[in-house]
């Protein structure tokens, strides 16, 4: 019998930096995994003629279309469940997910944060770091849970904070680290050494930090 390669489906609402990382580390080979499609909540995402150009099945779910936020996540996970991922990557989905889609993909549904979780959950990650006085910012591969960035972290990547700093330059030097983070992490997920259950993420059997593993770049 032969076993199929492990499959992703991504989602975005915009350009979707981050699927075109996860691209670039499939065609590298540092990921093995095939995309199985890109699924947008925009019809316009600019990332779909991307994925499309890559040769990437795309679909639209338009949130717009729906009453609520819990008819327009229980059509998104038929859609998304069509595509039999072993994995989902929110990759710069700009909708904050309800039960009804999270709890259908617990275990295999990750997301990335621009800050070191638990610290700095939800917007303007990188000026609140700034204006704690922080020494380091980073950025959390997660398990998304129905608690907003609340799941159990996967990985983290430290970048120090420099005196002339902004969010803007703080953003754009983390960014590459985050491209690589995330794909790393799903390998990681992908190889069957991580296990989740009761909230709780174990590695190879043994509990990971509260932070998850500290990642360094290659």
Do not use: C
Not at 23 to 35: C, H, K, P, S, V
Not at 70 to 81: I, Q
Not at 186 to 208: F, I, K, M, V
Request: no cysteine; proline share 7%; net charge negative.
């Amino acid at each position: 019998m032969t076993t199929r390669e492990p499959r992703l489906v991504l989602l975005i609402s915009g350009r979707g930096s981050n699927m075109e990382a996860f691209i670039r580390a499939i065609e590298g080979e540092t990921l093995q995994a095939t995309i199985g499609a890109v699924i947008s909540n925009e019809p316009d995402a600019a990332g779909l003629y991307i994925a499309e150009q890559a040769g990437i099945q795309t679909r639209v779910v338009p949130h717009r279309e729906y009453s609520n936020r819990e008819a327009f996540d229980a059509a998104l996970a038929t859609e998304v469940a069509a595509h039999d991922p072993d994995l989902v990557i929110l990759a710069g989905f700009m909708r904050i997910l309800t039960p009804v889609f999270v709890d259908r993909f617990a275990g295999k549904l990750l997301n990335i944060h621009p800050s070191l979780l638990p610290k700095y959950p939800g917007l303007h990650t990188h000026q609140r770091a700034i204006d704690a006085g922080d020494s380091e910012a980073g950025a959390t591969v997660h398990y998304v849970t129905s608690q907003l960035d609340g799941g159990p972290p996967v990985m983290q990547v430290r970048l120090p904070i420099r005196s002339e700093d902004t969010a803007e330059s703080l953003a754009a030097r983390l960014l590459p680290l985050e491209h690589q983070l995330y794909p790393a992490a799903a390998a990681l997920h992908l190889s069957g050494r991580l296990h989740l259950s009761n909230g709780l993420l174990e590695l190879d059997g043994e509990p990971l930090p509260a932070t998850g593993i500290d990642w360094r770049p290659l």
